[in-house]
């Protein structure tokens, strides 16, 4: 079976019973050959294993079914992994540009916030929508940095599908497990169904994506991190210049409106001149 890559016969002889003992039982000879059956599964024939084991989650028995769950999670767990490090490489240029977007040092408009939660949902999922705050907020503040933020965007989205393709198919074979009559199975599948959802990171800024200064992508990115910060920081003085004068504006009307209310009474008291 191993030779032939025969995933259905392999699985099926790697399933380890709840019996233990010298009698009726599996001795611990027979338990550890078939746990590594069962790594042989995983670590040798690997992502060629998917598309049977997928099959294999139709399988009236809930064991078999449950082994094959177990096998898909820790393929899954590997092959997420390894695309994750390949979206990584390929777009490190953009991903550099939206991590040193948040050295923006003015919140106007809260577009150092905004900044922030792209960043937070690439790394650990969140707010899908934040992208979109982000452009809506460079796009009124008219800032040259729109049309690169929103190319980022395209792209950035883009590479997800790119790369969340290859999963689309187990995930769905897993997820139809949350309805499976076997509670096991119900818990197990979609334990296992988070493992084919492609993000591009969770370990994004800790492993697998380092900013480096000498490199020609991180200076950049930090130039035009520093340009947006000088634009905000004068709009910022613009900002605050323009609400001064509307505060005086306002006071002098108060006085206008004062002055003519006590104008009014005078004349009343008085009579006009």
């Not at 390929?90 to 408009?109: A, P, V």
């Not at 934040?130 to 950035?156: D, G, T």
């Not at 990115?221 to 709009?235: C, M, P, R, T, V």
Request: aromatic share 12%; net charge negative; with cysteine.
């Amino acid at each position: 079976m191993a030779e032939n890559k025969d995933v259905t016969g392999l699985l099926k002889s790697s399933i380890i019973t709840n019996k233990k003992g010298w009698f009726y039982g599996e001795s611990d000879y027979e338990r550890n050959s078939k746990q590594l059956t069962f790594y042989y599964i995983v670590y040798d024939i690997g992502e060629d294993a998917v598309k049977p084991l997928i099959s294999l989650l139709k399988d009236s028995d809930p064991k078999i079914r449950l082994r094959a769950i177990k096998a898909l999670k820790e393929i899954g767990e590997r092959i997420i992994e390894s695309s994750q490090i390949k979206f990584c490489e390929e777009y490190k240029e953009i991903l550099d540009f939206l991590y040193y977007l948040q050295d923006i040092e003015s919140n106007l408009y809260g577009l150092q916030d905004a900044a922030r939660e792209v960043w937070s949902n690439l790394t650990c999922g969140g707010d899908e929508q934040a992208f979109e705050r982000l452009i809506n907020l460079l796009k009124n503040f008219e800032s040259n940095y729109y049309e690169k933020v929103l190319e980022a965007q395209k792209k950035i989205e883009t590479g997800i599908k790119k790369y969340d393709r290859p999963f689309i198919k187990t995930r769905d074979a897993l997820s139809i497990l949350k309805y499976d009559i076997d509670g096991k199975v119900h818990a197990a599948s979609q334990d296992a169904v988070r493992h084919y959802n492609f993000a591009p990171i969770y370990v994004l800024n800790k492993i697998y994506w380092e900013p480096y200064e000498n490199d020609n992508s991180y200076n950049l990115a930090h130039e035009i991190a520093k340009e947006l910060k000088k634009e905000l920081k004068s709009d910022e003085i613009k900002h605050r210049e323009s609400l001064s004068e509307l505060n005086r504006r306002l006071n002098k009307k108060v006085i206008d409106e004062n002055d003519e209310y006590m104008d009014d009474i005078l004349i009343e008291i008085y009579g006009s001149s």
